[in-house]
Antibody, heavy 119, light 106 residues
Framework: EVQLLESGGTLVQPGGSLRLSCAAS????????MSWVRQAPGKGLEWVSG????????YYADSVRGRFSISRDNSNNMLYLQMNGLRADDTAVYYC????????????WGQGTLVTVSS | DIQMTQSPSSLSASVGDRLTITCQAS??????LNWYQQKPGKAPKLLIY???DLESGVPSRFSGSGSGTHFTFTVSSLQPEDIATYYC????????FGGGTKVEIK
């Protein structure tokens, strides 16, 4: 059974940094591209970032480019999102998602981890 | 950036009704369009990919159509378990979601 378990979400001050993790199991991790998607409280979905199966290619939404960095550790089946320069509008539940049908978010999603940016 | 305009933003329908949601892309995206269902407190789930292909295990009352800039998502006979918010998503260039359609039972 595919499982994606996010962690690392917490309350952080504006301008601060945070690293989110996503532990993957139940599939051959390094066969799949992966993504992060976020959802602000009561709002819609926003794709944040994606990474190729070998980690060599990364993709970012304009809203986070230059502040966030996606990476993966295929040896340990882990996906990461390093978030720097956090702002109040980064407050959201962050989901990791697995590729399917050549769609970065087309497969299973985790249950999400909440990041709150506030002083 | 490609913008996705979804309508309506909410709707109320009765069990058994046919409902339709539309999604308009700001430029031609061919058939690179997906539809997701998100139930309260849960992660989204892919229902339709490539505009009209039904994801495995998804009931056949769900369908999608369209290409280019105009797309339609249809539920042929609304069931109580279909209460959710539905999102379109383009993946022609990176990924962009529509604003969502919240579906409630009348």
């Amino acid at each position: 059974e595919v499982q994606l378990l996010e962690s690392g979400g917490t309350l952080v001050q504006p301008g601060g940094s945070l690293r989110l993790s996503c532990a993957a199991s139940g599939f051959i991790f390094d066969d799949y591209d992966m993504s992060w998607v976020r959802q602000a409280p009561g709002k819609g979905l926003e794709w944040v970032s994606g990474v190729s199966d070998d980690g060599g290619t990364t993709y970012y939404a304009d809203s986070v480019r230059g502040r966030f960095s996606i990476s993966r550790d295929n040896s340990n089946n882990m996906l990461y999102l390093q978030m720097n320069g956090l702002r109040a509008d980064d407050t959201a539940v962050y989901y990791c998602a697995k590729e399917a049908h050549d769609i970065l978010t087309g497969g299973n999603w985790g249950q999400g981890t909440l990041v709150t940016v506030s002083s | 950036d490609i913008q996705m305009t979804q309508s309506p933003s909410s709707l109320s329908a009765s069990v058994g009704d046919r409902l339709t949601i539309t999604c308009q892309a700001s430029q031609d995206i061919d058939k690179f369009l997906n539809w997701y269902q998100q139930k309260p407190g849960k992660a989204p789930k892919l229902l339709i990919y490539d505009a009209s292909d039904l994801e495995s295990g998804v009931p056949s009352r769900f369908s999608g159509s369209g290409s280019g800039t105009h797309f339609t998502f249809t539920v042929s006979s609304l069931q109580p378990e279909d209460i959710a918010t539905y999102y379109c998503q383009q993946y022609y260039s990176l990924l962009t979601f529509g604003g969502g359609t919240k579906v409630e039972i009348k």
